[in-house]
């Protein structure tokens, strides 16, 4: 029986040890996702600018002598389903997961993702966010191996305020209406913070429940009594839809600064009300210079990039850019290496450099500020409205300080 | 329970301790998955199946036991001696405390009325607790790390899982001993005629409220061992879904039987970790299952098993075979038209579809489908679901014929028989 | 005072749709026993039909063939669905009508996609009805109030002045005595079916082209209904009315009212105390608007199960 063991024991030794020669081990990209529940509209476009990407970097030769492998995990927009598909993926030997849809799953995998990598020293994972804008992801929450590639609700916020001001939209009484969690709360200390810059001053503020809140009449009339030029809003889905449409039926005459006016539905289902807004986000088709990535990522896909594709994009080409640095000469990959070179890697987006802040791992990123009108170049859900850039706030000027609760350990280089 | 009852269950605790080192670490969470959910089922059931009392809002008494167990952890990490494996006690011990005092509130009513109040306190745990942060955290919630107790690491998912298969196997065992206790008599009492349990001189409503209890600090003890597992808790775990998974795993499981419960908490766990990535529209097809079972076989699965043993000796299960197979053969095509149907349709009705519409100028282009290319224009495609269905729905009504009449002739066959309970079975 | 009379305004008009859905409902639950988990799924596949419907014929035509088409569904989940599950008791008829809502959202999911669709009121009703404090009051609102008090009336007027209301109460009443005289009780039982989806899904028709159409509006106002129904009574239209009434108005001012158990402390000079304490105590009106109708909901299945105007218990 030990000869055996034995015998078998050396065959699968020289097995595995001619594979390894034989083989490079391929990158492989796990998108744990929104594919189903509520968040699918926003997580299945995720998966597709995602997608877009890898293939970007395969068709440019892949990595380590082998094309990046992507697989899709379905969390249903929840987090302990989420928990679950990290399991699968850390069973499938994936090196970087992305997630973009939710703020709480982001929290939850940053989380799975340090406490896998305290207990698996060597096989690190690391974790790409694409749209987990809460403030305690690099703050509290911040550690080596997450990056996250998309604004907060500070960087939002500053460049509404440095864009509206410029072109005098944004008059001197500003209101806050927000969801009572802990984005409608960054917004909202954001919308505070930014008043002596913005010159306006705070006449009211608002938190309600989140997805719960049928009817924003009584919100309307509260935002009535304060008498505010500009509303301040990080709402999303119905709650800004139907913030908007109460507003719109009582008449109110008021300027919007939104965070979420680009999601999938929300013009179309706004109509006229929606003209006049503004929208401070990551990217949108009619800020950058040339059409040439819009036009590419047409043609690939079928569909200009909308909402959360754009900046997506940017966030794998920024991975391809330190995945250049890097050669690994076809043997076993070195996670770590990997967010070593994101750290120092600077990417050329369409709108602007895209680098990474090495104390809490947020990318410094241009901020695009836009105005809903009639006629735009891109028009969007089918209307005849579209969004027209008002201004694009470079990184520097966008960006937030880093906060004292971030300790970020590094691993010993 | 028979002696092979006794084999069988004793064979299946053998295999789940043996055979998980040596599956995937995706397959180790899914097993730590099905344990919990039954164990959660399993205490659900004993208010439901038992006492007869459908509460529509353990997703409270859960989440209660996960929080309170995430708490604990969090105090361990900070320097408190605790031993890691005892964890779940602080869920059990949440889940208890809660449970009187909603069960005493909740079993004031009864039938649908006890089910509205069951869910209107787990919605107001689900509406408040996102406002309590500092309990509950906020919607990223509350999160830990498991510390190592006793040269155990409790880092790999393999550890985790033993202590979840420990747990359940005992609080199993304990639920199981109850109903051998007196009181567990009294609680089928309670479901049978509660005004009869009153003449006999006990207390029924603080009868009731035990049982609730009882069965809230085993859901808090699941709850706890889901904390365990993620290291991290949100106010979700409140959410009415999470109530009415459990409901219908018990219902399509059969909550009459005792291990029904855990029959549909495997089913559905499993279901959803082999298709949720596969496709899509798999909760249609929870839901489609959910009502078909309840539809077709009421007893749930496990009804359905325990029916078939109490009849085994009078059945001619030679003869049954046959028809079983066809039946199972005709509800295989039904399935695979169904899905046919539902995938074609998740995928001509949604964007990418109408995006490659645009590209074709308007017109119908084909679509793949299972590794085939279909068009939407070609009868074909739609001929296949079309005979599936009729060929399965037709055979099934021909072997459900054969089956009934088979059913019904040992009905007739023990109504001649005089000797009643033929055999030592129970 | 402006507050008060818009949020009063405001409250009514919601209210008003909260019992265009709660009406069928009851009238189920009352003449049935069945809790229909799935009337909140009714009242999101009316808006869905109206929508398609709209899209092709018009506003107006979708408006009249939605309950149609809900009303239909309705019908056939009584005739074909229920009776199998109802010798196994309450608890299953629930459950199949559980599952009902689960295949529904899925279905509409599945044909219309997972995010709001485009149904709009028909440019001709976007207009103010009057001005009120400064801004006008949209005049869809007082449509759908509109159409909630004549679908009341009507109803009313059904119910106590024709025959087949007659017939329709004793069938509530002793479904068995009614059938020994001769009525046929299990078509009223589907015609009751039918009539109480038909109304959410006129509910939905009308609701869904002010407020978003989505797969998830079911679930939304699906939990709000039951606390309506339990309110008012189950079973009882005119307690459906009123406690549809009192929970938008209460919404409504709710939003409105920065109150907390600290700032009542505050009368007594315990204020700050109770603000250190923090949690519950500090939690505002405004925040938690949408949790209060639950703790009413619980208040009245403790105290008086029957709810404010309802018969049975």
Redesign the interface.
């Known amino acids: 029986m030990t000869k055996f063991a034995f015998g078998a024991a050396m065959a699968l030794g020289a097995g595995t040890l001619g594979a390894a020669t034989s083989q490079a081990e391929p990158l492989k990209i796990g998108i744990i996702e929104s594919l189903s529940g509520s968040q699918t509209s926003t997580g299945r476009l995720y998966a597709r600018a995602v997608k877009y990407g890898v293939d970007r970097i395969n068709a440019a030769g892949g990595f380590n002598g082998e094309p990046v492998q992507v697989t899709e995990y379905d969390n249903a927009g929840g987090a302990s389903e989420a928990a679950d598909k990290f399991r699968q993926a850390v069973a499938d030997g994936i090196n970087i997961i992305i997630q973009g849809a939710s703020s709480a799953i982001a929290g939850q995998l940053t989380e799975d993702v340090r406490k896998h990598n305290l207990r698996n020293p060597g096989k690190e994972m690391i974790f790409m966010n694409l749209g987990g804008e809460a403030m305690e992801l690099t703050g509290d929450k911040c550690q080596f191996y997450h990056f996250r590639f998309t604004t907060t609700a500070p960087m939002r916020i500053t460049a509404l305020v440095n864009a509206m001001k410029k072109s005098d939209a944004l008059g001197s009484k500003a209101y806050a209406i927000n969801q009572n969690y802990s984005w409608g709360k960054d917004v909202q200390a954001a919308v505070e913070a930014a008043a002596s810059e913005g010159g306006y001053e705070v006449v009211g503020e608002v938190l309600h429940d989140v997805n719960k809140i049928q009817d924003f009449a009584p919100f309307v009339a509260r935002i009535k009594s304060a008498e505010p030029d500009t509303v301040f809003t990080g709402n999303w889905s119905n709650d800004l839809l139907l913030l908007m449409k109460a507003t719109g039926d009582a008449g109110l005459d008021v300027t919007f600064a939104t965070t979420f006016l680009d999601q999938p539905g929300n013009i179309a289902n706004a109509g006229q009300t929606a003209l006049g807004h503004y929208i401070a986000n990551n990217y949108d088709n009619a800020a950058t210079p040339t059409n040439e990535f819009p036009e590419a990522y047409k043609a690939a896909t079928g569909a200009y990039p909308i909402f959360v594709e754009g900046h997506s994009t940017f966030a794998l080409g920024q991975l391809q850019e330190a995945l250049s640095t890097l050669d690994f000469k076809g043997g076993d990959i070195n996670v770590t290496d990997i967010a070593m070179a994101l750290e120092n890697s600077v990417y050329q987006s369409p709108l602007g450099p895209i680098s990474v802040r090495k104390e809490d791992h947020q990318t410094i990123r241009p901020v695009v500020v836009s105005k809903v009108v009639k006629g735009a170049k891109y028009p969007a859900d089918g209307t005849d409205m579209g969004f027209e850039t008002v201004e694009v706030i470079p990184g520097e000027k966008a960006i937030y300080p880093v906060q004292d609760n971030c300790q970020m350990k590094r691993p010993n280089a | 329970m028979t002696s092979i009852q006794k084999i069988l269950l004793a064979l299946l605790l053998v295999l789940l301790i043996a055979v998980p080192p040596f599956l995937g670490l995706g397959w180790q969470n899914a097993l730590i998955n099905v344990l919990i959910s039954s164990l959660f089922a399993l205490a659900f059931n004993l208010l439901n199946g038992q006492a007869g009392l459908l509460s529509f809002g353990h997703a409270a008494y859960f989440g209660v036991g996960a929080f309170a167990a995430l708490h604990l952890m969090i105090a361990v990490e900070d320097g408190l001696f605790f031993p890691t494996p005892l964890l779940p006690l602080a869920g059990g011990l949440a889940g208890l405390v809660v449970g009187v005092v909603a069960g005493y509130f909740s079993t004031m009513r009864s039938g649908v009325y006890f089910a509205l109040v069951t869910l209107a306190i787990a919605e107001l745990f689900h509406s408040l607790a996102p406002h309590l942060e500092g309990t509950f955290g906020g919607e990223a919630g509350v999160s830990s790390m498991r510390m190592p107790w006793m040269g155990f690491g409790f880092g790999t998912i393999i550890e985790v899982y033993y202590l979840t298969l420990g747990w359940v196997v005992l609080c199993g065992l304990a639920l199981w001993a109850y109903t051998r206790t007196p009181f567990g008599r009294l609680t089928l009492a309670l479901r049978d005629n509660e005004q009869r349990v009153k003449f006999l001189g006990y207390n029924a409503h603080y009868a009731k409220v035990i049982v609730f209890a009882v069965s809230a600090m085993m859901t808090g003890v699941a709850g706890a061992l889901l904390a365990i597992s993620n290291e991290t808790a949100n106010y979700s775990l409140f959410s009415g879904s999470v109530s009415a998974q459990v409901v219908l795993q018990t219902f399509v499981g059969g909550s009459t039987v005792f291990f029904g419960p855990v029959i549909g908490a495997t089913v559905f766990t499993l279901f959803s970790f082999l298709i949720s990535d596969l496709t899509r529209s798999w909760l249609f097809y929870q839901g489609l299952i959910f009502v078909l079972v309840m539809l077709y076989a009421p007893t749930g699965i496990g009804g359905v098993i325990d029916h078939h043993i109490r009849n085994r000796r009078q059945l001619d299960l030679a003869k049954i075979g046959g028809p079983y197979l066809v039946a199972l053969g005709g509800g295989i095509l039904i399935a695979a038209g169904t899905v046919f149907l539902t995938e074609s349709a998740e995928v001509l009705f949604g964007q990418d579809y109408a995006m490659a519409r645009d590209g074709a100028a308007g017109g119908f282009p084909a679509y793949d489908l299972f590794g085939l290319s279909w068009s939407p224009l070609n009868p074909v495609t739609w001929l296949v679901p079309l005979v599936l269905l009729c060929g399965g729905v037709f055979i099934l009504i021909r072997a459900r014929r054969v089956i009934d009449r088979l059913w019904a002739r040992k009905d007739e066959a023990t109504t001649d028989d005089m000797t009643v309970g033929a055999g030592g079975k129970e | 005072m402006?507050?008060a009379i818009?949020?009063t305004l405001?409250g009514v008009t919601?209210g008003l749709l909260l019992f265009m859905v709660s009406a069928g409902l009851t009238l189920i639950?009352g003449m049935m026993?069945v809790?229909n988990f799935a009337h909140a799924s009714f009242y999101m596949l009316g808006a869905y039909v109206a929508y398609a419907v709209s899209s092709i014929f018009g506003f107006w035509t979708g408006i009249l063939v939605a309950p149609i088409v809900v009303g239909l569904v309705g019908m056939a989940v009584e005739r074909f669905?229920l009776p199998?599950?109802h010798a196994?008791g309450?608890?299953?008829e629930?459950?199949?009508t559980?599952?009902?809502a689960?295949?529904i959202e899925?279905?509409i999911?599945?044909?219309?996609?997972?995010?709001?669709?485009?149904y709009?009121m028909p440019e001709a009703l976007r207009f103010?009805a009057f001005e009120i404090?400064?801004?006008?009051?949209?005049f869809?609102?007082m449509f759908i109030g509109a159409v909630a008090v004549i679908m009341f009336t009507v109803l009313w007027l059904l119910l106590t002045r024709t025959r087949t209301g007659i017939v329709v109460r004793a069938a509530e009443r002793l479904p068995q005595m009614a059938e020994a005289l001769g009525h046929n009780i299990p078509i009223v039982f589907m015609f009751v079916f039918g009539t109480g989806a038909a109304l959410a899904g006129l509910a939905g028709a009308v609701a869904g082209a002010?407020?978003?159409t989505?797969?998830?509006m079911g679930?939304?106002?699906g939990?709000?209904v039951?606390?309506v129904v339990?309110v008012g009574g189950?079973g009882s239209l005119k307690g459906s009315l009123v406690a549809s009434l009192l929970i938008g108005l209460f919404?409504?001012?709710a939003?409105?009212l920065d109150w907390s158990i600290a700032s009542m402390f505050d009368v007594v000079g315990l204020g700050d105390w109770a603000r250190s304490v923090?949690?519950?105590l500090t939690?505002e009106l405004?925040?938690?608007?949408?949790?209060i109708p639950?703790?009413l909901?619980?208040i009245v299945?403790?105290v008086r199960?029957a709810g404010l105007m309802g018969e049975r218990n």
């Open positions: 402006e507050f818009i949020s405001n919601y639950f026993g809790l669905l199998r599950v196994h309450h608890a299953h629930l459950l199949l559980f599952g009902l689960l295949i899925e279905l999911k599945l044909f219309f996609g997972d995010f709001p669709v485009n709009q103010s404090f400064g801004t006008g009051y949209p869809y609102r002010f407020y978003p989505n797969p998830n679930i939304e106002l939990v709000i039951f606390v339990v189950l919404s409504s001012f939003v409105g923090g949690g519950l939690l405004s925040s938690v608007s949408a949790t639950f703790a909901m619980l299945l403790l199960p």
